[in-house]
Nanobody, 123 residues
Protein backbone atom coordinates (compact mmCIF):
# COMPACT_ATOMS: atom_id res chain seq x y z
CA UNK A 1 0.00 0.00 0.00
CA UNK A 2 1.30 3.43 -0.96
CA UNK A 3 0.05 6.71 0.43
CA UNK A 4 0.64 9.89 -1.52
CA UNK A 5 0.48 13.41 -0.15
CA UNK A 6 0.74 16.39 -2.46
CA UNK A 7 1.87 19.85 -1.43
CA UNK A 8 3.03 23.08 -2.99
CA UNK A 9 -0.16 24.29 -4.59
CA UNK A 10 -1.46 27.80 -4.19
CA UNK A 11 -2.30 31.05 -5.92
CA UNK A 12 0.11 32.44 -8.48
CA UNK A 13 -0.06 35.10 -11.16
CA UNK A 14 0.04 34.22 -14.83
CA UNK A 15 3.61 33.75 -15.95
CA UNK A 16 4.70 32.61 -12.52
CA UNK A 17 6.01 29.29 -11.29
CA UNK A 18 5.14 26.68 -8.72
CA UNK A 19 6.77 23.47 -7.60
CA UNK A 20 4.50 20.67 -6.52
CA UNK A 21 5.78 17.91 -4.29
CA UNK A 22 4.40 14.46 -3.64
CA UNK A 23 5.59 12.51 -0.62
CA UNK A 24 5.12 8.75 -0.85
CA UNK A 25 5.08 6.20 1.92
CA UNK A 26 6.50 2.72 1.63
CA UNK A 27 9.97 1.18 1.27
CA UNK A 28 9.86 0.41 -2.44
CA UNK A 29 9.24 3.84 -3.91
CA UNK A 30 11.92 3.30 -6.54
CA UNK A 31 9.80 0.50 -7.99
CA UNK A 32 6.84 2.71 -8.77
CA UNK A 33 6.35 4.78 -11.84
CA UNK A 34 4.88 8.12 -10.85
CA UNK A 35 2.75 10.70 -12.54
CA UNK A 36 0.77 13.89 -12.29
CA UNK A 37 -2.77 14.53 -13.47
CA UNK A 38 -5.06 17.49 -13.00
CA UNK A 39 -8.75 18.17 -13.10
CA UNK A 40 -10.42 21.53 -13.53
CA UNK A 41 -14.07 22.14 -12.62
CA UNK A 42 -16.36 20.80 -15.30
CA UNK A 43 -13.49 19.20 -17.21
CA UNK A 44 -12.14 15.70 -17.58
CA UNK A 45 -9.07 14.54 -15.76
CA UNK A 46 -5.98 15.39 -17.78
CA UNK A 47 -2.62 13.65 -17.89
CA UNK A 48 0.36 15.97 -17.41
CA UNK A 49 3.57 14.05 -16.87
CA UNK A 50 4.96 10.72 -15.76
CA UNK A 51 8.32 9.27 -14.78
CA UNK A 52 9.38 5.64 -14.89
CA UNK A 53 11.51 3.52 -12.60
CA UNK A 54 14.55 4.51 -14.65
CA UNK A 55 13.53 8.20 -14.62
CA UNK A 56 12.39 8.21 -18.22
CA UNK A 57 9.88 11.03 -18.54
CA UNK A 58 6.73 11.46 -20.58
CA UNK A 59 4.75 14.68 -21.03
CA UNK A 60 1.45 15.81 -22.40
CA UNK A 61 1.84 18.16 -25.36
CA UNK A 62 -0.05 20.83 -23.46
CA UNK A 63 2.68 21.15 -20.82
CA UNK A 64 5.80 20.04 -22.67
CA UNK A 65 8.48 22.67 -22.27
CA UNK A 66 6.74 24.33 -19.32
CA UNK A 67 6.44 21.50 -16.77
CA UNK A 68 9.20 19.20 -15.54
CA UNK A 69 8.70 16.02 -13.56
CA UNK A 70 11.47 14.58 -11.43
CA UNK A 71 11.90 12.09 -8.62
CA UNK A 72 14.16 11.65 -5.63
CA UNK A 73 14.10 8.01 -4.57
CA UNK A 74 16.15 8.76 -1.46
CA UNK A 75 13.37 11.06 -0.26
CA UNK A 76 10.45 9.01 -1.59
CA UNK A 77 9.31 12.06 -3.49
CA UNK A 78 8.26 13.17 -6.92
CA UNK A 79 8.07 16.77 -8.06
CA UNK A 80 6.38 18.81 -10.74
CA UNK A 81 8.09 22.07 -11.60
CA UNK A 82 5.63 24.34 -13.38
CA UNK A 83 6.74 27.45 -15.22
CA UNK A 84 5.03 30.06 -17.39
CA UNK A 85 1.73 29.26 -15.73
CA UNK A 86 -1.49 30.26 -17.44
CA UNK A 87 -5.01 30.78 -16.07
CA UNK A 88 -6.03 27.59 -17.88
CA UNK A 89 -3.61 25.67 -15.67
CA UNK A 90 -5.98 26.27 -12.77
CA UNK A 91 -7.05 22.88 -11.43
CA UNK A 92 -6.61 20.35 -8.68
CA UNK A 93 -3.35 18.50 -9.25
CA UNK A 94 -3.03 14.83 -8.32
CA UNK A 95 0.01 12.67 -7.79
CA UNK A 96 -0.32 9.02 -8.87
CA UNK A 97 1.73 5.87 -8.51
CA UNK A 98 1.84 2.61 -10.43
CA UNK A 99 3.69 -0.65 -10.04
CA UNK A 100 4.32 -0.58 -13.79
CA UNK A 101 7.95 -0.11 -14.77
CA UNK A 102 7.21 2.35 -17.54
CA UNK A 103 5.54 5.75 -17.45
CA UNK A 104 2.12 5.85 -19.08
CA UNK A 105 -0.42 8.64 -19.70
CA UNK A 106 -3.52 6.66 -18.69
CA UNK A 107 -5.07 7.24 -15.27
CA UNK A 108 -6.46 3.72 -15.05
CA UNK A 109 -2.91 2.36 -15.18
CA UNK A 110 -2.15 3.88 -11.79
CA UNK A 111 -2.84 2.06 -8.57
CA UNK A 112 -2.65 4.90 -6.07
CA UNK A 113 -3.40 8.59 -6.03
CA UNK A 114 -3.30 11.43 -3.53
CA UNK A 115 -5.94 13.85 -2.31
CA UNK A 116 -4.79 16.58 -4.65
CA UNK A 117 -3.52 20.12 -4.26
CA UNK A 118 -5.22 23.20 -5.67
CA UNK A 119 -3.37 25.40 -8.14
CA UNK A 120 -4.96 28.70 -9.07
CA UNK A 121 -3.43 30.96 -11.70
CA UNK A 122 -4.76 34.50 -11.83
CA UNK A 123 -4.71 36.60 -14.98
Amino acid sequence: QVQLVESGGGLVQAGGSLRLSCAASGPTFSRYSMGWFRQAPGKEREFLAAISWSATTYYADSVKGRFTISRDNAKNAVYLEMNSLKPEDTAVYYCVASTRRSAVPTFSAYDYWGQGTQVTVSS
